[in-house]
């Protein structure tokens, strides 16, 4: 079923003044869950809004935490998250990026001890629509081996990175396994292959059953050793530059909280800069495509026809979910 | 075969000053050489030094150009490669990084006109060398379909981060596609399957065959669609942070030349920093081994071991490239 954004929204707010938060910012929460929904991230909007109030319940999120300053030097800044809001956190760092790069081209904000970010491409399309560049990446709890272990313990660390457009932004968002262990979840549940190969079976070979790397635990990293060695430099970076807990930290730990994050603005100068974003895009939709009649899309240019279609025709809502939701 | 690293050092300087090097440039020049052939990296030493030679003779590299400023703002620097020796431009640049994250925390220079940078990864132990996070990547020319296309219109745009250790930087150097052209001729001519898929043959099938990548041209992103996007976002933020030349402006132009390329430094702060990556390092170690008796290594370690081992015992070379080269 499909549900008015403003009343999903409304919902959300609803429930977090329930649970002591503010009202700014119960509605700038509830904000960035109905923007997920609405554009198609169910998992990290109206799917994930319960373990968020849960996470409320149990005082790993603690509602009226602001983050405050630890440290820095010139353009970059060490910030503590105070184990507040992982969206409202994230959301200040990035203003505070962007404020660094309107100052001096480039600004570097790192948080410890912030909670997840739910769709890290919020903070990219928030840097693109300031017209900055945006560059953001997470740590999380191990839920991947790394290359040639069969352990977890590397985090899929998600990595975003915009760029401003004025026919919409370019936004990459992309946790650094190859399927999310959400996605390998749906697969499951409807019975169905995955596409491509995302992790191992218990034999150790590639496989593309959910439930069979489900079980092994061995998740793949995007490019085999690469992505592993990717996801390890993220982590790494993370907890440098904000001095907080890395994702061995995080693992044992317990649930997932107190997480390290670092976001990045720059700011684009040059005469030359819309028509050679257009130049990029135009020559890569020039392949032509594998599916007659198919089309090569860009990072972003999806979740852009689904935001329309969201606002147009109303947001896509689990029934069950919804329903569990004006419960709470 | 192997040879003393000065050897190798010394037979590419001859070389490069009957070119119109000066004597330091031609010094640089080989002793980067030499160093990607100890680091084990022959692809981007030895085996490459000839089609360098010819790229200066040709006239796409020039020997004595200098890069300049062309404009800047803050800790954010722009710089006209002028088509000198990419390796040159590309160490004056992180150079100019490491200065302005020196003063500033963080500094990013992108630069224009430049030339193919041979192995990233001596730019990201530049960094690290100076006590410094360092992150570059580069354009390429296309190779490389974007996701759900057949022809190449992206490039495998290397990207480099780097992490100083006491003990050993983290040094992670990876392309975009998952094999590169080089591996799959190597793999073809030893009449060898990849490892893994590296792309699809001329039925749109995964494949392990080199042969049939090489004769569909469809090599693999990295993580599929998701390096196809991230290939797309490197090239679009060196191209317009540059105002240089896109993957589809190079790859028009003919031989690979003129690409683009960003450097950013980063200054790490914090008491812990050492521990927490000794932490992150031991924790990954700690995954038991998918093969009893193996390793989990981080990014750059086995670089290291090479390069002990290179300096102890002599640099292994391709014995007939060793003659070409002693003949050039």
């Given at each position: 079923m499909t549900i008015p954004f403003e009343k999903i929204k409304a919902e959300f707010k609803r429930v977090l003044l329930s649970l002591n938060f503010s009202d700014s910012k119960a509605d700038e929460c509830a904000q960035i869950f109905a923007e997920n929904s609405r554009d198609g991230v169910h998992t990290h909007g109206l799917n994930r809004f319960p373990t968020f109030v849960q996470y409320v319940k149990d005082g790993y999120?603690?509602?009226?935490a602001e983050p405050t300053k630890e440290g820095g030097f010139g353009s970059l800044e060490q910030w503590n998250?105070?184990?507040?809001?992982g969206m409202l956190n994230a959301r200040f760092c990035m203003d505070r990026a962007i404020g660094l790069a309107t100052e001096s081209g480039i600004g570097c904000v790192a948080i410890k001890n912030t909670n997840h970010w739910?769709?890290?491409?919020t903070y990219g399309w928030q840097a693109a629509d300031a017209g900055m560049i945006g560059l953001c990446f997470t740590n999380t709890i191990a839920n991947m081996p790394p290359w040639?272990?069969?352990?977890?313990?590397?985090?899929?660390n998600p990595l975003i990175i915009a760029v401003p457009r004025k026919n919409g932004h370019v936004v990459l968002d992309m946790a650094?396994?190859?399927?999310s262990i959400g996605k390998l979840n749906f697969y499951k549940s409807k019975g169905e292959q995955l596409p491509l190969p995302g992790g191992y079976d218990t034999d150790g070979k590639l496989s593309t059953d959910p439930t069979a790397i489900l079980e092994s635990g061995r998740v793949l990293p995007v490019g085999f050793w690469k992505g592993s060695g990717l996801s390890l430099v993220l982590d790494l970076l993370a907890t440098v530059l904000s001095q907080g807990r890395p994702t061995a930290a995080i693992t044992n730990?317990?649930?997932?909280?107190?997480v390290s994050q670092v976001f990045i603005a720059i700011k684009p100068t040059g005469a030359q800069t819309e028509s050679l974003v257009e130049e990029i895009i135009a020559y890569s939709k020039s392949s032509r495509p594998e599916k007659e009649g198919a089309a090569i899309y860009y990072p972003g240019e999806n979740t852009l026809r689904t935001r329309e279609k969201s606002l147009m025709e109303g947001v896509w809502v689990d029934e069950k979910i919804w329903e569990k939701v004006k419960n709470l």
């Open positions: 999120v603690v509602p009226d998250g105070n184990l507040g809001p739910m769709r890290g491409g040639g272990g069969i352990d977890p313990r590397l985090g899929n650094i396994s190859q399927y730990g317990g649930p997932e909280s107190g």
